[in-house]
């Protein structure tokens, strides 16, 4: 069974920085694309950045220039380096992969891990 394991959610103060990763428990064989969302509490969860296939990131407006996606083919391992946090980035995160993992195509999500960004 296919699992995507996230870690690295935490408190941490305004300006600080976290780094997530989502790790696969099998090998990814292909992607569509991977991706970070989140959600508030009270809000609908909203992609914050992904890769597609052909490599291109793309990121929400809110983290432009502050997060940055990547992966790691070698450890079946996406991650998420979240800069200069603010309160408002406060959520819980889902990592997200679509495509083939383990032999099996599908859409896979993580377990979610919160990240709070407070004084």
């Known amino acids: 069974q296919v699992r995507m394991v996230e870690s690295g959610g935490g408190l941490v103060q305004p300006g600080g920085s976290l780094r997530l990763s989502c790790a696969a428990s099998?090998?990814?064989?292909?992607?569509?694309?991977m991706g970070w969302y989140r959600q508030a509490p009270g809000k609908q969860r909203e992609l914050v950045a992904r890769?597609?296939?052909?490599?291109?990131?793309q990121y929400a407006d809110s983290v432009k220039g502050r997060f940055t996606i990547s992966r790691d083919n070698a450890k079946n391992t996406m991650y998420l380096q979240m800069d200069s946090l603010k309160p408002e980035d406060t959520a819980v995160y889902y990592c997200?992969?679509?495509?083939?993992?383990?032999?099996?195509?599908?859409?896979?999500w993580g377990q979610g891990t919160q990240v709070t960004v407070s004084s």
């Open positions: 997200n992969l679509m495509g083939t993992v383990g032999g099996t195509r599908g859409d896979y």
């Open positions: 099998r090998t990814i064989f292909s992607i569509i694309h």
């Open positions: 890769i597609l296939s052909v490599g291109r990131t």
